[in-house]
């Protein structure tokens, strides 16, 4: 159930109350901050922690009043760079992406940067270009559009992974029936079809994603993979793409995942909240029993499979989520050795590829995405 503050007129009574509260509070924070010891992470310096406060705050009142869309224009307000894609046959949606009765693939739109494709006819020019297809996080219930984070993320990709193009692919967000799982699943089918439609060379697209975007990409990797197992035909299977890289992916998506964090270390100190992650997880779950196939999409922690191409993932050693990634690292490279590469960036929070600027780590990123354009060019 929705909270009282998630609609009008109780909305704009708790923003008034909000920032009343949060502008002194923010104040007394950094006076505080000023004392190292009594930073939460002292090896931030006193600004750095006053943002990651101030994000927090941000967390705590989108969860408060259930603001999806934040900040974030249209896609149709790309023009001509976005492209309204509808789903490919239902034939590429099996298993737990076709089980549900009330989640049905859906049109989706595909915001291309920094222009979009060239026209159909010249598939010889697409199809020697490098793709990034970005699947960006908020923890299923949050669009970081493509106007606030979308260049941003477009400029690095271009930069440290030598991409062409990125194509920014917003998956539904969970709230009703017909937007949980599998809808973001079945939407990175749809994306990732779209882009091979267009004559991409498979090996030059590579999946990307953070946080709960992480999560898609893993689920899109074995989904993949269990499509080739259960397909005969060739018309009904999807071609591989050139590897797959995933920042601070959300690996532990279940009905405990706001507890589980809170608990975890650096969470008092990391500018997630678990109360947001557990809105997400809540709103994403299905209500129905879930079956095992659909559990180990939706959470891919101590659940490990045998990797179609190479995958690249990231997080920052001062995150929480570091423990529950470095033990899904651990056990993909059980299974797959060194077809999985994993690098940690020391006092990094959540999700370096957002808050890079904001804590000063812009080379710490591009020295990453290096590391995994190398990576996927050594594989090939």
Not at 129 to 135: A, C, E, P, Y
Not at 265 to 294: I, M, N
Not at 307 to 319: C, S, T
């Amino acid at each position: 159930m929705a909270p009282l503050w998630s609609s009008q007129p109780f909305k704009t009574i708790y923003t008034a109350g909000f920032l009343l509260y949060t502008v002194p509070h923010l104040l007394f924070l950094f006076a505080q901050y000023l004392v190292k010891p009594l930073r939460p992470c002292p090896e931030w310096s006193a600004a750095v922690n006053l943002t990651s406060a101030i994000v927090r705050k941000f967390f705590w009142y989108i969860t408060a009043t259930r603001s999806q869309r934040t900040f974030c224009a249209e896609p149709e307000e790309a023009g001509e760079r976005c492209s309204r894609v509808d789903p490919p046959a239902s034939y590429f949606f099996a298993g737990a992406l076709a089980a549900s009765e009330a989640v049905k693939p859906g049109p989706v739109d595909a915001v291309w940067f920094p222009t979009p494709p060239p026209s159909r006819g010249d598939v010889a020019e697409l199809k020697k270009q490098k793709i990034v297809l970005h699947f960006p996080g908020g923890a299923f219930v949050m669009a970081l559009g493509h106007n606030n984070k979308g260049h941003g993320t477009a400029d690095l990709m271009a930069k440290g992974m030598r991409a062409t193009r990125t194509v920014w692919a917003q998956y539904r967000l969970a709230g009703t029936p017909e937007t949980c799982f599998p809808a973001p699943i079945q939407d990175a089918v749809t994306f990732y079809h779209y882009v091979v439609s267009l004559g991409v060379d498979p090996k030059n697209i590579i999946l990307s994603g953070d946080s709960a975007g992480g999560n898609v990409v893993i689920a899109l990797l074995r989904y993949l993979e269990d499509l080739r197992a259960r397909t005969r035909t060739p018309e009904q299977l999807l071609p591989l793409p050139g590897g797959a890289l995933v920042l601070s992916p959300w690996v532990h998506v279940a009905a405990d995942a706001g507890k589980h964090y809170d608990e975890s270390s650096h969470s008092q100190s990391d500018f997630l909240l678990g109360s947001f992650l557990q809105w997400g997880v809540d709103s994403y779950l299905p209500k129905e029993e879930l079956s095992s196939e659909a559990k180990a999409y939706i959470s891919p922690l101590h659940r490990p499979f045998k990797l179609p191409v190479p995958l690249y993932v990231h997080d920052g050693a001062a995150e929480g989520f570091h423990a529950d990634i470095k033990s899904f690292v651990d056990e993909m490279v059980e299974l797959n050795g060194d077809r999985v590469r994993f690098r940690s960036t020391a006092l990094a929070p959540h999700d370096l590829l957002v808050s890079h600027q904001a804590w000063g780590m812009t080379g710490e990123v591009d020295a990453m995405l290096e590391e995994a354009c190398g990576f996927f060019e050594e594989a090939e």
